[in-house]
């Protein structure tokens, strides 16, 4: 039985160099790093002003966003050979993740109603990149189960040709998802928000009278 150890190509969205944490079968490997980027203003005008002037470029879409998570795909294919033929013997997938988030400089100085609604807002941020990230883990873990239950073909440049057309498709439906994650998450702004707003207000008050 020989080897052959090659590298698995998978679409890059964007780099990432994480601390790694895995599942007990080392097989697919991930990371995750959260990080942030500072914001000013004084007022609800300004802080919305400073976070299209300062949050991340997406590249997609030529903006800056309130908050992005960068995805990067990767990982090896081990190939073996039986009978004749070639066949994937190990895949190890893995997958990179870095949330970026806002972090408001003036948050303690700030008024009730404005901290009120930072807090919300930066809640939805954090819950809506966390969502990308794990939209992500489970293609990743898709992709490694679909990629050890190839079949084997006539050679490895066949088998290496196979790999590489899985992992595409892979990608590509997370890719769907994750655009249809952020549609349906835009779709429903206002209306979340509205909600998530009046739920931390009586939050408060309920808080107010206890004490």
Same mark, same amino acid.
């Given at each position: 039985?020989?080897?052959?150890?090659?590298?698995?190509?998978?679409?890059?969205?964007?780099?990432?160099?994480?601390?790694?944490?895995? %599942?007990?079968?080392?097989?697919?490997?991930? @990371?995750?790093?959260?990080?942030?980027? @500072?914001?000013?203003?004084?007022?609800?005008?300004?802080?919305?002003? =400073?976070?299209?002037?300062?949050?991340?470029?997406?590249?997609?879409?030529?903006?800056?966003?309130?908050?992005?998570?960068?995805?990067?795909?990767?990982?090896?294919?081990?190939?073996?050979?039986?009978?004749?033929?070639?066949?994937?013997?190990?895949?190890?997938?893995?997958? %990179?993740?870095?949330?970026?988030?806002?972090?408001?400089?003036?948050?303690?100085?700030?008024?009730?109603?404005?901290?009120?609604?930072?807090?919300?807002?930066?809640?939805?941020?954090?819950?809506?990149?966390?969502?990308?990230?794990?939209?992500?883990?489970?293609?990743?873990?898709?992709?490694?189960?679909?990629?050890?239950?190839?079949?084997?073909?006539?050679?490895?440049?066949?088998?290496?040709?196979?790999? =590489?057309?899985?992992?595409?498709?892979?990608?590509?439906?997370?890719?769907?998802?994750?655009?249809?994650?952020?549609?349906?998450?835009?779709? %429903?702004?206002?209306?979340?928000?509205?909600?998530?707003?009046?739920?931390?207000?009586?939050?408060?008050?309920? %808080?107010?009278?206890?004490?």
């Amino acid at each position: 039985m020989s080897r052959l150890h090659i590298p698995l190509r998978a679409a890059l969205v964007a780099l990432l160099v994480g601390v790694p944490f895995g %599942n007990a079968s080392g097989e697919t490997l991930i @990371s995750k790093r959260i990080s942030y980027f @500072s914001i000013g203003g004084r007022t609800a005008a300004e802080l919305d002003k =400073a976070l299209s002037a300062s949050g991340p470029m997406m590249k997609s879409t030529g903006t800056r966003h309130p908050g992005a998570t960068r995805i990067k795909f990767g990982g090896t294919v081990t190939y073996v050979s039986r009978d004749d033929r070639c066949a994937v013997g190990s895949a190890k997938v893995t997958l %990179n993740t870095r949330i970026i988030l806002p972090r408001w400089k003036y948050r303690r100085q700030a008024g009730r109603d404005l901290a009120l609604v930072w807090d919300t807002l930066a809640s939805d941020i954090k819950r809506h990149e966390e969502r990308h990230a794990e939209i992500a883990r489970i293609h990743a873990r898709q992709m490694e189960k679909a990629l050890l239950s190839l079949k084997a073909e006539d050679s490895c440049e066949r088998m290496q040709a196979r790999v =590489a057309e899985v992992s595409a498709e892979e990608v590509e439906r997370h890719d769907k998802d994750q655009a249809r994650f952020d549609r349906t998450e835009a779709a %429903n702004f206002d209306r979340r928000m509205i909600r998530l707003l009046q739920y931390r207000l009586e939050s408060l008050k309920k %808080n107010a009278k206890t004490r």
